[in-house]
Nanobody
Framework: QIELVESGGGSVQAGGSLTLSCAAS?????LGWFRQAPGKEREFVAI????????RYADSVKGRFTISRDNAKNTVYLQMNRLKPEDTAIYYC??????????????????WGQGSQVTVSS
């Protein structure tokens, strides 16, 4: 059983920064982040392969968010800069067993973190 434990959520003003972390029980897989705002579908945010060489971002966060990982700690991070009110959502850590990081549909993933609330005020 693969488990993902998230931390680092909170509230910030527009233009501020937050960093989320997710500790995984297994780490030789791609790890990523999805988010879900109230009344909206869960959407892809970012993903990184096990080697850390390949990353992919949603257009809405590219240039503002950075995904990284520390394999020695079995942990993936999401650094969020220049936050906007539309970034407000529950953020979920996810594992990709294919280690390709190519699938953007939440229906293709089986293991999820518990969710972290991020609130950005204007």
């Amino acid at each position: 059983q693969i488990e993902l434990v998230e931390s680092g959520g909170g509230s910030v003003q527009a233009g501020g920064s937050l960093t989320l972390s997710c500790a995984a029980s297994a780490f030789r897989y791609a790890l990523g982040w999805f988010r879900q705002a109230p009344g909206k579908e869960r959407e892809f945010v970012a993903i990184i392969t096990s080697s850390g060489v390949s990353t992919r971002y949603a257009d809405s966060v590219k240039g503002r968010f950075t995904i990284s990982r520390d394999n020695a700690k079995n942990t993936v991070y999401l650094q969020m800069n220049r936050l906007k009110p539309e970034d407000t959502a529950i953020y979920y850590c996810v594992v990709d067993l294919t280690d390709r990081g190519l699938e953007s549909s939440p229906n293709e993933y089986d293991y999820w973190g518990q969710g972290s609330q991020v609130t950005v005020s204007s």
